[in-house]
Every structure is written in structure tokens, then in C-alpha cells.
């Protein structure tokens, strides 16, 4: 199939997004907008909504770096579309969460928008265990491949969130996700305003930065007050180090059409097209032979063909491995169309009813130009392309009855998913007759010369939760429910290449399914101002997909029909049971949060893999179970007007349970650390508004993270701090509030490494431990308006 075609498949695809939609219920109208029904907060949700910006206690304060869950059954955090406006914008929303206790967001470039390297942690789960939300359409699991959602980036332009709720420990039973053994990270549009106008905003910035924004406002169409936005995005930006860019064009629309007894008919749409080139995965021995900036040769061609026929430019020759040091280059380009209807509907004045319908398709391809394949030409390496493709729709809807001091809450979420991926590979061109040219101009079907496997997925995913808020007494609350769970997913391999694979390839279907997840928590104010809070919740997730040998997720399908089989019978899904206690103080000087947590893990999958990043052998282990106990500390002081300082500290250890064996051999990682993650986390900002100018420093330390599992190798901690200044000029002729603002990420230009695991974690140290660096100091300067 050629891009084209697969390109006109997804518009066909996207196109049933009109449908109307049906999701699981109830957000305030601080988070909302002023059209969603507040005769009923229903449980979970409730939770949610009591932590947005616009409670009592925090009239004078445009800006702080979070909202506390005031009234929450378990730890809230919060962030708001005025905090958002601190970062640079197209930030990704998930990088803004990294100021918040026990969250680490990596990305190796400025805006944390670069797919292959984000990855985001909360109390040592990675981004694949926890949950992730856009206006209750879920989001999947946010891994590199992402076989059953869509990132956060793609799925909306970072000017239109209106806020992200965040829940440490565990998220509330309802919402959609089959990946949230840890917390949940709840995403929220902004809705359209009353007012005709429009947003347009111009951001240059460092490595030849530009992006444009622009939004236009319909305003009230009528006396019922239908109201819609249209806005786009476009980002362009070279790569920090090396040849290549990022760049991106997207587009959001947004139509409220209120309904009689405060309900409201709500419909989202994102289209997005996305073309990333990739940064050249480090290894410590790289580090320290060649430094920070090494960097693939695109685009010079005629230095990766002499590398690949072993002739190395002289500073590879320093390293361990100059023939995996640097490729040509690596790219992605993907095409979205995501949609959402959704129907919240207030019955009556005790009875509410919330339905969503979603839809999203996806096409694209990755790119790796390989030494390890020569073409039938005699060049000797070619390009490697995976094609994954997405198809998924689904739809969930709940009731909410109040009655007495209970609020009822019961719903179901089902989807159908199909996953598609293969592998090509296509002739590079002899030296001196051409190059390979910008991997991102198509994908070119007419030099395949190989194609190994052709795996398609489809999965089934059904859940079922019941839940009651009890509210005991004014100052007790209880929330307790469950939810049922099964997914059944499995693939079929209609190509496959044994001669290039050197196996058949894992085929067959695999069910994770529990009919009782429990969760209890509670809230007590026994003063004034005081609160305290406590959670217990039983989780499970799923299976997660990915093609053959593929490295990027812990996936029972990356390895050969051997190992799956052998493995089938006894492999387990993850699950594990979150224990947290906390206590709150809010009042309109200082709001502080402390909490303990104990996580029990059981069935923890992990990709090992071994060798070079583009050549691995990958497998999946069963590393036993695994136990975490930490703590958090958050404070934010109010002492003047205009001014907040805020500080968080945050320790996790996180430990294995018992030693492995693997490959004959058993591996010593009983009480090691669990790689990637920090135990001691600071963060800090300090934000102060005089009249119409803000100005925020803020910085955060990270501790030491292993990079194996026996933790024969970690990478060191460090320092970062970053500047924002912004100043409103009002009103100029026909535009108003003109706003210039100024940000520095990285001021001090530190070394660091960001990310890790990108290609899995070894057991020890073999010269193979990859991870991504951090970009260096970085300028951007935006200038905005409204009309």
C-alpha cells in the first residue's frame, strides 16, 4: 500500500468522527467551561474538579505552578491554562507536569515534543502503566508506537488545554484506561469563548525556532449560545545537534451547542501531521569518547556509506563501537485524525447521564538507515521502515444518581482496536549515483527490495465500574466502587521473512481480564483548612502491543512463535496494589500537601534487550514483583500579593523482590533499584505579577538513575533551571491584550542525560545502555494578541 493510499484510508477513517458521542461523566466549570451541568459531581470526577484554580482561597493569584487537590480522596494536582502560559508555547502539557511531586518528564529537545525520546514517570511507573485522558477519550498508553491511543502532542495544540488534573497514586475508577496500574493524567480542552475574536501568537526561539499559532472565536451564534473555535499550529525547528528538524502542522476545532437543564453537546476534532528526525542514541562510552553532541551524518550520505564499508570520521575512532556510533538518520511521520462527541446530560435534577463516542485513525511510517542490511545493489546499507497503523473507535457511557448523602455512579467503556505494523527495506543508492535524500519526503514503495513480517492486532476491551461517594457527615467523605476488566487481543502474521527474521514470528491471541479491582478512599476536614486523605486500590493492565523485535514496549509479541508459546500459559498481565495516606493544609497564604505510599507490584514485564539499538535481540522477562515506598512534600506561599513560591520534594525506592534467571543464568537483582527512576527529586518556582508583568524562575534536581537491573551502571543526577518573563501591553488599535514573553530553558547549559530506556534496560553493563541527552541552553521570545 503506498502513502497515498494509506493516507486517503485514514481521511476515510477520520471521517466517521461526525458520529455522535456518548462518554463517562461530569467535570466542574472551572475545568469545563460555563456550560457543563452542575447539579450532580459525580464520584470519581468529583475528585477530580475540586482541584482547579478558581476555589476561594486563590482569587489574587494569576499564576502558580500547581492547585492542590482541596477536598480529594486522594493526592490531586493540578495545572491550569494560566500556568501553561509560564512555558514556551507548543511545550508539550506533559513537560509543565514535570514541577509536580513524583513526576519525571524526559524529552531530548526543548518542548518535550520529540516522540521518540518523551517519556514521563509518576512514583516510578513509567508512561505505559499509567493512564491518559483528552476530554475522557482515551489516549492509550503513550509509548513510541502507540498501538491503542495517540500522544498527547498530536492529539491537541498545547494553546488549547484548559488544564490537566493529575492523579499521583491511582486514578479514579472511571476513567479509560487499561494501562493505569499507577496514576492518571486527565487532559481538558478549552471551550469555545462567548466573544467573536481570535488568538494569534509568533514564537521564534534558538536552532532557527519558528512556530504560529491562531485560533478564531465564532462567539454565540444564537440565543442558546452555540459557540465554535477553529485553530491551528505550525512548528518548525532544526535538531539542537545534527542535521534534521521537527516540524509539525495541526489543526483543532471545538463546537458547544447548550442544552436545556445545563446540559450540553460537546464535539472535539484534532487532525495532526507530525515529521521528526531523530536524535542519535548515546551510550556512556560515546559520552566520554566523542561528548554530548554526537550526531548522525544526515545529511551527509557519503559519510555513512564509508562508515558503513568500515572508513570512520577520526573521532569515532575513539570509541568502543564506531560502526553503531552514528547512522545516517532515523525519522517518524504520522498523520492523525481524532475525534469526540459528547453528550452530558442532566435528567433530572438528581439523575445525570454522560455518554462519549470517539473515534482515531492513524497512518505513518519510521525510518532507520541500517548498516546491518546492504541493498541488492551493492551499497552496503539500506533503510529500514516500519508502517504502524491505527483504527480504533469506542464509546462510554455512565449514570449518575444522587440520593440522599450518596452519589451513585456506573458506567461502561468498550473499544475495537485494530493495529497494523510492518517492516520494509529499501535500496540505498551506490556512491556517487545519488543519496537517500529527507526520509521524511515519503515513504518509497518503488526501492523495497525486502519485507520481513506483516503483523495485524485487534483487541476487544470491555470495563464495567460501580462506584458511590458517601458523604458521611459535611466534613467526611467516602468513595468506594470497583471496576471488571477484560481486554482480549491477539495478531495475525500474514508475511514473514525466516530467512531475515531467523524465526517465526509470535502469533496467537492473549486475555487480560479480573472481574473485581477495587478501590476505597476517603477524606476527612477535622479543622478548618485541615484535611486528611487515603487511598487503597487494586490494579491491572493489559497486554501491550508491538511488532516483532521491535524494542519499544514490553510486548509478549516481540519474540519468536517459540518463546510465545512457551511462555503463554504461565504469563500473567501486571497488576499491583497502591496503599497512600496524606494530609492537606489550604488557606489563601499556604496551601502544603504531604503524603506516604507503599506500591506492591506483581508480574512486572520488562524488555531486555542486548546488542546495538538497530540491531538488538530483544526479549520480554517476568522480573517478579517489585516493592515501593516513598514520600512527597509539597508548599506554596502566598506572603504578598502577586508573588508564590513554591517547593516540592519527592523520595521513592523502589526495589525488586527476588533475583531472575534468564538464559541459564540467574540474575542477582533481588533488592536493586529499579532502573530509570530517581530516588530524590527537588523542585522549585518562584512567580511574581506587578500589574500587567510576570516574571518566574524555576528549578528542579534530579538524583542518580540506574540504567541496569543489577545498577552496574547509572547515569548521574543533576540541576536545571529555567527563566520566563512576560509582560501585557493591553490594547494596540484593534488588537488586545498584546503580550511579548521571554523564556530560558537550561540557563546554566548543563550536560545531562534525559532520557533513558528508550531501547530497554539490560541486566548489566555490556557497552549497550542507551539513553538520550538533554538539549542545552535554549532562547525563545513569543509575541501574541487577541482580536
Do not use: C
Not at 554526537?294 to 577520526?314: E, R, V
Not at 539500506?382 to 444522587?402: C, D, E, M, N
Not at 497512600?580 to 504531604?594: D, M, N, P, Q, V
Not at 520488562?606 to 538488538?616: C, Y
Amino acid at each position: 500500500m503506498t502513502t497515498r493510499q494509506r493516507l486517503a484510508r485514514s481521511t476515510i477513517l477520520g471521517s466517521i468522527l461526525v458520529l455522535p458521542i456518548l462518554t463517562p461523566p461530569f467535570l466542574t466549570k472551572a475545568a469545563r467551561g460555563a456550560d457543563t451541568p452542575n447539579v450532580i459531581k459525580p464520584t470519581g470526577h468529583t475528585n477530580r474538579t475540586t482541584v482547579t484554580p478558581k476555589h476561594i482561597f486563590l482569587k489574587h493569584v494569576p499564576e502558580e505552578i500547581a492547585v492542590f487537590g482541596h477536598g480529594s480522596t486522594r493526592q490531586m494536582t493540578s495545572i491550569t491554562h494560566a500556568m501553561m502560559q509560564q512555558s514556551v508555547p507548543g511545550t508539550s502539557p506533559l513537560k509543565v507536569l514535570s514541577q509536580l511531586p513524583g513526576v519525571l518528564y524526559q524529552s531530548a529537545d526543548p518542548l518535550g515534543v520529540y516522540e521518540y525520546s518523551s517519556q514521563i514517570f509518576m512514583r516510578g511507573f513509567s508512561q505505559s502503566q499509567l493512564g491518559f485522558t483528552l476530554d475522557d477519550i482515551p489516549l492509550g498508553d503513550q509509548q513510541f508506537n502507540n498501538y491503542n491511543g495517540l500522544s498527547v502532542t498530536r492529539s491537541i495544540i498545547s494553546d488549547n488545554v484548559g488544564g490537566v488534573d493529575v492523579s499521583q497514586g491511582a486514578g479514579a475508577i472511571d476513567v479509560a484506561s487499561t494501562s493505569n496500574l499507577g496514576g492518571a493524567i486527565q487532559i481538558h480542552s478549552l471551550d469555545p469563548s462567548h466573544q467573536r475574536g481570535g488568538t494569534i501568537s509568533q514564537t521564534f526561539g534558538s536552532n532557527s525556532a519558528m512556530r504560529t499559532y491562531i485560533r478564531l472565536e465564532s462567539g454565540d451564534l444564537n440565543k442558546t449560545g452555540t459557540r465554535f473555535y477553529v485553530s491551528y499550529a505550525r512548528t518548525n525547528m532544526n535538531l539542537w545537534k545534527g542535521g534534521g528538524y521537527d516540524y509539525s502542522d495541526q489543526v483543532n476545532a471545538k463546537l458547544i451547542q447548550p442544552l436545556s437543564h445545563n446540559s450540553s453537546l460537546k464535539l472535539f476534532f484534532d487532525w495532526s501531521s507530525v515529521q521528526q528526525f531523530d536524535y542519535q542514541d548515546m551510550t556512556m562510552n560515546y559520552l566520554h569518547t566523542i561528548g554530548p553532541r554526537l550526531a548522525n551524518y544526515y545529511p551527509d550520505y557519503t559519510a555513512a556509506y564509508k562508515a558503513a564499508q568500515g572508513t570512520y570520521p577520526a573521532p569515532l575512532l575513539k570509541t568502543n563501537d564506531p560502526f553503531d556510533a552514528a547512522y545516517y538518520a532515523g525519522t517518524a511521520n504520522r498523520v492523525d485524525y481524532l475525534g469526540g462527541l459528547t453528550l452530558n446530560e442532566n435528567l433530572t435534577n438528581i439523575l445525570n447521564w454522560k455518554t462519549t463516542l470517539y473515534a482515531h485513525a492513524d497512518n505513518g511510517y519510521s525510518t532507520w538507515t541500517t548498516p546491518y542490511m546492504p541493498s541488492p545493489n551493492g551499497a552496503p546499507l539500506s533503510q529500514r521502515i516500519q508502517t504502524p497503523q491505527v483504527a480504533r473507535g469506542g464509546f462510554q457511557t455512565a449514570l449518575s444518581y444522587k440520593i440522599a448523602r450518596h452519589t451513585i455512579n456506573a458506567g461502561v467503556w468498550y473499544e475495537y482496536g485494530n493495529f497494523n505494523e510492518g517492516r520494509y527495506f529499501t535500496q540505498a543508492p551506490l556512491l556517487g549515483q545519488g543519496t537517500l535524500g529527507n526520509p521524511t519526503t515519503g515513504f518509497p514503495a518503488s526501492k523495497v527490495f525486502a519485507h520481513p513480517w506483516q503483523e495485524a492486532f485487534s483487541s476487544n476491551t470491555f470495563v464495567f465500574h460501580l462506584q458511590d461517594t458517601y458523604r458521611v457527615t459535611d466534613t467526611l467523605t467516602i468513595n468506594a466502587g470497583f471496576k471488571s476488566m477484560i481486554v482480549n487481543s491477539g495478531n495475525n502474521v500474514a508475511t514473514q521473512n525466516l530467512s531475515i527474521n531467523g524465526a517465526l514470528i509470535a502469533q496467537g491471541r492473549l486475555e487480560a481480564s479480573n472481574a473485581f479491582l477495587p478501590q476505597i478512599s476517603a477524606n476527612w476536614r477535622f479543622l478548618p483548612h485541615h484535611e486528611l486523605f487515603f487511598d487503597v486500590s487494586h490494579n491491572m493492565r493489559t497486554f501491550p502491543e508491538d511488532g516483532y523485535g521491535t524494542n519499544i514496549s514490553a510486548t509478549p509479541w516481540t519474540a519468536s512463535q517459540t518463546a510465545f508459546q512457551s511462555t503463554k500459559q504461565n504469563l500473567r498481565p501486571e497488576t499491583d496494589w497502591v496503599y497512600e495516606g496524606g494530609y492537606r493544609f489550604t488557606t489563601s497564604k499556604i496551601s502544603a500537601l504531604a503524603s506516604l505510599y507503599r506500591i506492591n507490584f506483581s508480574n512486572r514485564l520488562q524488555l531486555i534487550t542486548s546488542q546495538a539499538g538497530i540491531n538488538p535481540v530483544t526479549a520480554v522477562q517476568n522480573v517478579g514483583g517489585v516493592t515501593t515506598n516513598g514520600a512527597e512534600a509539597s508548599l506554596t506561599i502566598r506572603p504578598i500579593n502577586g508573588l508564590s513560591i513554591y517547593n516540592s520534594f519527592s523520595y521513592s525506592h523502589s526495589t525488586y523482590d527476588q533475583n531472575v534467571e534468564t538464559g541459564g543464568a540467574l540474575q542477582a537483582i533481588r533488592g536493586k533499584l529499579v532502573p530509570n527512576y530517581p530516588k530524590f527529586m527537588y523542585k522549585g518556582n518562584i512567580s511574581y505579577t506587578i500589574g500587567s508583568f510576570t516574571v518566574h524562575v524555576d528549578g528542579s534536581y534530579l538524583s542518580s538513575r540506574q540504567l541496569t537491573y543489577t545498577n552496574d551502571l547509572h547515569v548521574p543526577g543533576y540541576f536545571l533551571t529555567n527563566f520566563g518573563a512576560r509582560y501585557n501591553f493591553g490594547s494596540l488599535g484593534f488588537l488586545k491584550g498584546v503580550t511579548t514573553s521571554f523564556n530560558i530553558y537550561n540557563i546554566t547549559n548543563k550536560n545531562y542525560v534525559s532520557t533513558t530506556n528508550e531501547l530497554g534496560n539490560n541486566f548489566v553493563n555490556t557497552g549497550y545502555n542507551y539513553f538520550l541527552m538533554g538539549a542545552p541552553r535554549q532562547f525563545f521570545g513569543t509575541v501574541s494578541a487577541n482580536f
